[in-house]
C-alpha cells in the first residue's frame, strides 16, 4: 500500500493556474503508474490525468489536454499537476492516486489502489 498526501490547492480567479502536488510513500513509488482524479460536488469522480511509471507517457481527459501537465519526480517520491487557463468548471477536489499494477492505463477510479485524501481547488469567474 502506499500513502498518498496531495497539496497545493486553493482558490484562484478564471485564467490563473495552480500547481498541485502529490507526496508518496510506502510501496516502491517508481513502480507505478500516478494519477489525478477530481470530484464536483453532486458528481462522480472523474479522471484527469495519468502518467506512467517511468513518466514517458502521459494521458490526459479531453477537458483539460493542452491546459494542464501531469509530472512526476520519482527521486523524491512526488507527482504533479500544473493547471493552467483555469476556468470555473475546474472547480472540484483533486485526488491523487496510485495505480493498481506497473502497467495499468489508469482511466477509471477501478484502476486506481491508493488514493490521497483530497485537495480543494476553487475557480472563481
Known amino acids: 500500500q502506499v500513502q498518498l498526501v496531495e497539496s497545493g490547492g486553493g482558490l484562484v480567479q478564471a485564467g490563473g493556474s495552480l500547481r498541485l502536488s502529490c507526496a508518496a510513500s510506502?510501496?516502491?513509488?517508481?513502480?507505478?503508474?500516478m494519477c489525478w482524479f477530481r470530484q464536483a460536488p453532486g458528481k462522480e469522480r472523474e479522471f484527469v490525468a495519468t502518467?506512467?511509471?517511468?513518466?514517458?507517457?502521459?494521458y490526459y481527459a479531453d477537458s483539460v489536454k493542452g491546459r494542464f501537465t501531469i509530472s512526476r519526480d520519482n527521486p523524491k517520491n512526488l507527482v504533479y499537476l500544473q493547471m493552467n487557463s483555469l476556468k470555473p468548471e475546474d472547480t472540484a477536489v483533486y485526488y491523487c492516486?496510485?495505480?493498481?499494477?506497473?502497467?495499468?492505463?489508469?482511466?477509471?477510479?477501478?484502476?486506481?489502489?491508493?488514493w490521497g485524501q483530497g485537495t480543494q481547488v476553487t475557480v472563481s469567474s
Open positions: 492516486g496510485a495505480g493498481k499494477t506497473r502497467y495499468v492505463q489508469v482511466r477509471t477510479t477501478q484502476h486506481v489502489g491508493s
Open positions: 510506502g510501496r516502491t513509488f517508481s513502480n507505478y503508474p
Open positions: 502518467i506512467n511509471w517511468s513518466g514517458g507517457s502521459t
